[in-house]
């Protein structure tokens, strides 16, 4: 997902409560603009909120987990998460959709904020700067949430040291495109990242990061033995690449619910060290419901010779 930039300045946000049965109206006044106008329900219906600057807790509103329909001022470009201060799943919408069952995310939204369409970030170092980097990117903060000191990468760097960041990175953003960030110089012991992180300890990957570079689905080099495991169904969301055997998954156990796989046959099982009950694929499973291992998988492995 492409990510810009966002202003900086708070400027407002208009909460409008309103049903179609009748009762009255209740509005809130606190600056101006268009802004994004989710619904409870479908086809623009039932209560409503429309925000006009950045709401990272759609709590505070009312409306988190709500929406059921939405429209989007004309000209403007919004990101809606799935989890509160933007974490999560998140996906740019512009325009109207009343129905958000077709696009999986009915009821799931938990913040959003404006995008300023056309408006880059700076490449070089802007301690707490907002705003994913420009060009498929990747940048580094050495404090959570995006704060810090910050590293902009546009290219594939072997060894951190060389920037003066290794493991450094609290947290990162990404910009467009997916990339590999390894605990080890040289590109070793790497995870696929395809969305932020606000705290790497989610990760596992918490002052670990000594190497990074650009990652393409499908580019497995040539006999490249590799699963991508997500979070989400579908290949959605977060995401973990294992190359080896690994015999707890850190920072993904008990997560994955679909897998990808890149190249070779993989064992999956829900205990540590390839115990409990296991499974073999060397064919990509949208739901890993269908092998009983939907958010089970604790280790995974290349499949041993029977």
Same mark, same amino acid.
Not at 17 to 28: C, I, K, T
Not at 80 to 93: D, F, Q, S
Not at 252 to 279: H, I, K, P, Y
């Given at each position: ?71 989007? &001022? ?12 933007? @974490? ?8 109207? @959709? ?13 913040? *959003? ?18 705003? !994913?980097?420009? !060009?498929?990117?990747? @940048? ?7 704060? &810090? ?25 990404? /910009? ?6 390894? *605990?080890?110089? +040289? ?14 300890? !989610?990760? &596992? ?39 080896? *055997? ?26 540590? +060290?390839?115990? /409990? ?30």
């Amino acid at each position: 997902m492409r990510r810009y930039r966002f202003l900086s300045a708070l400027i407002g946000m208009t909460i409008a409560l309103s049903s179609s049965a009748g009762y009255g109206q209740q509005d809130r006044q606190i600056g101006g603009g268009v802004g994004l106008t989710i619904f409870a329900d479908f086809n623009f219906r039932g209560r409503s909120a429309t925000m006009r600057d950045d709401t990272p807790d759609l709590r505070t509103i009312g409306m988190n987990d709500a929406a059921r329909s939405l429209r989007v &001022g004309p000209g403007e470009q919004w990101e809606v998460c799935e989890h509160i201060n933007y @974490e999560g799943r998140c996906v740019v919408v512009s325009g109207s @959709e009343a129905d958000l069952r077709r696009t999986a995310w009915d009821r799931r939204i938990s913040s *959003a904020r404006r995008i300023a369409v056309g408006i880059e970030p700076p490449i070089g170092n802007l301690p707490g700067g907002r705003g !994913g980097p420009g !060009g498929g990117g990747l @940048e580094l903060f050495n404090r959570t949430g995006f704060g &810090g000191d910050r590293r902009a990468f546009t290219a594939a760097t072997p060894d951190l040291r060389r920037v003066n960041f290794n493991d450094a990175a609290e947290s990162l953003r990404i /910009g467009g495109r997916a990339w590999q960030v390894c *605990a080890d110089a +040289n590109y070793r012991n790497c995870l696929v990242v395809n969305t932020d992180w606000a705290d790497l300890r !989610g990760l &596992g990957m918490f002052r670990r990061i000594s190497s990074v570079r650009p990652w393409q689905a499908g580019a497995s080099g040539g006999g490249e033995l590799a699963i991508i495991l997500f979070d989400d169904r579908q290949f959605r969301g977060r995401s973990f690449r294992v190359e080896r *055997a690994t015999g707890q998954l850190s920072g993904f156990s008990n997560r994955a619910e679909s897998v990808r796989v890149m190249g070779g046959s993989w064992q999956l099982c829900d205990g540590r +060290n390839f115990t /409990g009950r296991c499974s073999v694929t060397s064919v990509n499973i949208p739901d890993l419901s269908t092998v009983g291992l939907r958010n089970r998988v604790v280790s995974v492995r290349p499949a041993p010779p029977r």
